[in-house]
Every structure is written in C-alpha cells, then in structure tokens.
C-alpha cells in the first residue's frame, strides 16, 4: 500500500464522513443543497493537493458560472467525481445509482442537496427517476452525468447510453462536454491502488439540444465532441484513446 492510498483511507475517508454529517445539518440550513455543494467543492480540491494530483483544465472559458448546464463526461476513475467537483465552477449535482440513496448518512445528505439517484434499466419507474433530474435543472443547478454508465478500464470510451440526452432535451438546457484524460492511471478500476499523477480535463463547447432532431442525435453529436479531444489529447498523458467493449452498469443505469 503506496502513502497516497494510506492518505485516502486515513485522511480522506474520515474527512468525506464527517463532511456528509455535517452537509446533513447544512440541508437543513439550506434546503437548497448549496451550501453542501460549496463544501463538495472545496473537499474535490482539498482531495487532489493532498493526494499529489495536478489538474489542468482546458475549455474553462466555454461555460459561464452562473449559467445552467447538463455535464456529460467520460469516467475512467474513482477520481473524476471530486476532480470535476473542484475543477468546475458551477453549482453542481451528481445523477448517481439508486443504491447510494439507501447507505445511511450518505443517502440522506445526497438526496437533501439534490442529487439525482436514478433506478436501472429501461422501464417506465427507471425513466421516470432519470427525468427527475430535469426539476434541478430547472432549479438552477447544473447537472453531472457519466453516460457511459461505468467507469473505463483502460481510459477508452465505452458506448453511451441516451438517458443524459433525453434530459437534455426534456430540460431545454445545453450540454457541456467534458473530456477526462488519465484518471485511469490515478485510481485503475478493480484496484484500491491510488497513485499521484497528471489529469488533463478538456472542455468543449456547449451543445445546443434543439440544434438536433432526436436524442440519439445528441448522443452522438456529444459522443463524438468527447471521443475527439480523447484521441487528440490522451497520448501525452499514457491512455489508450478509442471505443473500448461494453463492460456492466457501474455508476449509472441504461437510459
């Protein structure tokens, strides 16, 4: 076990449980979850220093803070949830599974602040969970989702799912494509192995949901937005860019 997964579990953990206790007390200040996000934030930015990540972030001027953006990236890593957390400045929720709403403390604080906890599959009560992430959006906060709907092996793009995308268009809101480069070698996935390294996070322009006729046209419109700044910038970080084989629901369900 290398320091940087020794600071994680005995630095990091602790401080993330004692954040969510207290964002339980902050909910109830602010029902509207801000204050939760700002201290999210903060632990995003505070977990990259002490675990010796440098981030570089391309695109910054491609959002404007307080505007309303459905974010869609790539996942290769553990790290890109308070990675992205620290690194974009917008009022931020997560759509993550349904399973995380039933652990104690951490459900109850994700779901007071606003995150949105979607069911699997294709069903009618799956769907129906995925667009209630259109009422935050309408809120004013922006909402993250990882349409690939598990973390990457080896840093290539998995297939999307069209959930992020009906979102989209049921909200009226722009899609910010975010490129992730190298958290695969942060933290690999089957591992508990975290390592200290570079993260090249790349923004891309927002686009417009009415601009295309169908989701699946978003999708692939986003897809390729993405899968572009992969292969352009993923060779001077050591990832393998490119389409890599469907792998099981991890983070989010089909949509």
Request: net charge positive; aromatic share 8%.
């Amino acid at each position: 076990m290398n320091l940087q997964t020794l600071l994680f579990f005995l630095v990091l953990l602790p401080v993330m449980f004692f954040g969510l206790s207290i964002g339980l007390v902050l909910n109830l200040i602010d029902p509207t979850g801000d204050l939760f996000y700002r201290m999210t934030a903060w632990w995003g930015r505070f977990s990259a220093t002490l675990l010796g990540i440098s981030i570089e972030v391309e695109g910054a001027e491609h959002y404007q803070p307080d505007k309303t953006y459905l974010i869609v990236s790539n996942h290769a890593g553990m790290a890109d949830i308070p990675l992205i957390l620290g690194s974009i400045r917008l009022n931020l929720r997560f759509v993550a599974k349904e399973e995380l709403g039933r652990i104690p403390i951490l459900g109850w604080t994700l779901k007071g602040s606003g995150y949105v906890l979607i069911k699997r599959g294709q069903n009618r009560e799956a769907l129906q969970s995925l667009l209630d992430a259109t009422v935050q959006l309408k809120k004013g906060h922006s909402i993250h989702i990882f349409p690939e709907g598990t973390r990457s092996v080896d840093g290539r793009l998995l297939p999307f799912k069209r959930g992020a995308f009906i979102i989209a268009r049921k909200a009226g809101v722009p899609v910010l494509p975010v490129t992730i480069i190298g958290s695969n070698l942060i933290t690999p996935k089957k591992s508990l192995k975290i390592r200290k390294g570079h993260i090249r996070m790349v923004i891309g322009e927002p686009i417009n949901p009415s601009s295309f006729s169908s989701a699946e046209e978003l999708q692939q419109a986003v897809h390729d937005a993405i899968a572009g700044n992969l292969e352009k910038h993923s060779s001077t970080l050591g990832s393998s860019p490119g389409q890599g084989k469907k792998m099981e629901d991890d983070q989010c369900p089909e949509g």
